[in-house]
């Protein structure tokens, strides 16, 4: 059971990271270059309705297989501090993936159907950020994840 959890666990991450660097390291510079604001925004809109289903999944899996791992392997609240650390900044990355789907990612969508394109830019320039930092904090885990068994914390 703990390897199909962690494999789970492990693919869940790498759909929403990996999604994360592609969006924002990739896709954005390359949409910057070729496509006109009004074109952008539709792209984004369209890109987001279909990578943020799967975050909501990854969020479910990463939730669920983290806890049974934290207290199933870890021994709960008195398990290793680097299983904490990625326990909160989970946590953290979650939060900013809902406020960005709850609100800016609302405004977007409703500036492309109503062709406001300055709303719109504000609007995907908040989740370019939002999304940065999530990635960053993504980044972050995994390191934590590969090499914190083996840290001094």
Do not use: K
Not at 11 to 28: D, E, K, P, S
Not at 87 to 111: N, Q, T
Request: net charge positive.
């Amino acid at each position: 059971m703990l390897g199909l959890t962690i494999a789970l666990h492990v693919l869940a991450t790498v759909i929403w990271v990996g999604g994360m660097f592609f969006a924002h390291q990739c896709l954005r510079p390359a949409a910057v270059d070729v496509l006109d604001p009004p074109q952008r925004l539709r792209l984004w809109r369209r890109a987001f309705a279909r990578f943020f289903p799967w975050v909501w999944v990854c969020v479910a899996v990463l939730l669920a297989t983290g806890l049974w791992m934290m207290f199933g392997v870890f021994g709960g609240f008195q398990g290793p501090l680097y299983v904490h650390v990625m326990f909160g900044i989970g946590l953290v990355m979650m939060a900013i993936f809902m406020h960005v789907y709850f609100a800016p990612y609302r405004r977007l969508v409703r500036a492309v159907v109503a062709e406001d394109w300055s709303l719109g830019a504000r609007a995907l320039a908040q989740i370019r950020v939002l999304i940065g930092v999530n990635l960053s904090l993504g980044l972050l885990v995994v390191a934590i994840a590969s090499a914190g068994r083996y840290l001094a914390f």
